[in-house]
Nanobody, 126 residues
């Protein structure tokens, strides 16, 4: 069983930055790929970024490429999402998830990730 807890959300003006953290319990965090997803009112869940087990491969949604950076610290069992140049359309609840395959990908269509955090709210004002 893996528990994921996100933190770092908040209210920021457009153009500002936030860093989200996702802390994982369990000793096998380092074998999992991790992903960040977001959901805003009236919209479905959207893939944001993912990172493989070692941190050597990352993937991003086109909408955040060049602005967001995903990283991980396997010693601290934590994955991060650095968000720069934030836009009002980035407003959403951001959640992290664990992929037990260890392989990062761009998640679209039908997929199953067994472990999810509760989410953290990010609000970007114009």
């Amino acid at each position: 069983q893996v528990q994921l807890v996100e933190s770092g959300g908040g209210l920021v003006q457009a153009g500002g930055s936030l860093r989200l953290s996702c802390a994982a319990s369990g000793r096998i965090f380092s074998s999992y790929a991790m992903g960040w997803f977001r959901q805003s009112p009236g919209k479905g869940r959207e893939f944001v970024a993912s990172i493989n087990w070692s941190g050597g491969a990352t993937y991003y949604a086109e909408s955040v490429k060049g602005r967001f950076t995903i990283s991980r610290d396997n010693v601290k069992s934590t994955v991060y999402l650095q968000m720069n140049s934030l836009k009002p359309e980035d407003t959403a609840i951001y959640s992290c998830a664990a992929d037990t395959s260890g392989l990062a990908k761009i998640y679209s269509g039908s997929y199953y990730l067994p472990y999810w955090g509760q989410g953290t709210q990010v609000t970007v004002s114009s």
